[in-house]
């Protein structure tokens, strides 16, 4: 079936999602749809017998169904597989599910979890999902480890790196846990002066950033406390992991890497800079369980197009250096296979980051 294939290449390379929450969720549409032959998913692109709520509209649009129970309701109905994707994401994290996050580098626990919160009155349903992990994993073509992430070293610490503190004047209270991590690039002068404007913006603008990396390797970091507070970094006309715009925001990480906006300065990234992002971001990975799939660029998740940074940014080099910061250069090779943050090559020229 088409549509079904598209779902399954669509979700192979979505990089918003860890894989192991890949693998429960597919196993749960597989379950859901009959691998996309039911007439909910073949008519109105819903693999999940997603029931409309008020907390879709915007996601979904409500049409009225006769589900396998022989009743009449409510479903959501979608336009292409990417809007299901989105809108599946949406419902659980807008829902009842509170505590979903905890479980996203463990697929056994968020079945049971969601099922124990409402999302089905079958009794059996965990059982039946399960049996289709590896069916899913297969599709998606990843491996599923058990107990733990598809994508980092287990049991792997790394060194906190040094850094200078310097508060900025914008934050927020966090509420709830950090996921992800988000890179930029300042498109500024290409100095500590951009480090400076992040600190206290001069303009008006209420933007900030947890972290800076300057070009000689120098981290500035500008959150005094990261599980306290979030910063105002990529908040504007994005989306992530069924979060959006400020909602970004309040549950990343955002590194600003400090660059000059026509790109003129040579090398553009130098090697201490682009080690020192990498040991960061292995540091972070580490103490906030953050796995690889979870870092990402603003570019990536930009929804009007307007963003394109860190432009340039070497990531081959970059992903060398993070796993070789966590004692396992081999898995190199392994995260530039699907895992790993795509290299831009986009060279258009931006501007201090929006929040």
Excluded at 57 to 76: I, L, N
């Amino acid at each position: 079936m088409v549509v079904w294939d598209d779902l399954i290449a669509e979700y192979r390379s979505d990089r918003n999602v860890t894989d192991e929450l890949k693998i429960a969720s597919l196993a749960q549409w597989i379950q859901e749809s009959g691998r996309g032959s039911s007439q909910l998913a073949q008519q109105h692109m819903n693999f999940g017998g997603l029931k409309y709520r008020e907390r879709m509209k915007g996601y979904a649009q409500p049409v009225d169904y006769t589900g396998t129970d022989g009743e009449e309701t409510t479903y959501c109905k979608f336009g292409s597989v990417q809007e299901f994707i989105r809108g599946y994401w949406r419902f659980i994290s807008s829902g009842p599910y509170e505590e979903w996050q905890k479980y996203r580098s463990k697929p056994d626990g968020y079945i049971d979890y969601i099922s124990n919160h409402g999302y089905s009155a079958d009794r059996n349903y965990p059982k039946a999902v399960k049996s289709l992990f590896k069916e899913a994993s297969n599709l998606l073509g990843v491996s599923l480890q058990s107990g733990g992430s598809t994508d980092r070293i287990s049991g792997s610490s790394v060194a906190k790196p040094n850094w200078t503190d310097l508060q900025a004047k914008f934050l927020n209270r966090r509420a709830g846990p950090v996921l992800g991590i988000i890179l930029h690039d300042t498109a500024g002068s290409g100095t500590h002066n951009d480090t400076i404007y992040l600190s206290n913006p001069q303009d008006g603008r209420k933007v900030s950033v947890d972290f800076t990396v300057e070009r000689d390797g120098g981290i500035w970091k500008l959150n005094p406390d990261i599980r306290a507070y979030y910063c105002n970094h990529a908040g504007r006309a994005t989306a992530w992991n069924g979060f959006r715009n400020a909602r970004v925001n309040s549950v990343t990480i955002g590194i600003e890497i400090v660059q000059k906006s026509d790109l003129s300065l040579s090398p553009i990234y130098p090697s201490a800079q682009v080690e020192a992002v990498a040991n960061l971001c292995a540091w972070l990975s580490s103490t906030f369980n953050i796995s690889n799939s979870h870092i990402t660029t603003h570019r990536q998740i930009i929804t009007d197009g307007s963003r394109s940074d860190p432009r340039k940014f070497p990531f081959e080099e970059f992903w060398e250096a993070y796993w070789a910061a966590f004692g396992g250069r081999e898995m190199f090779v392994a995260s530039l296979a699907g895992d790993g943050v795509i290299e831009d090559e986009s060279e258009d020229e931006g501007s201090l980051n929006d929040a």
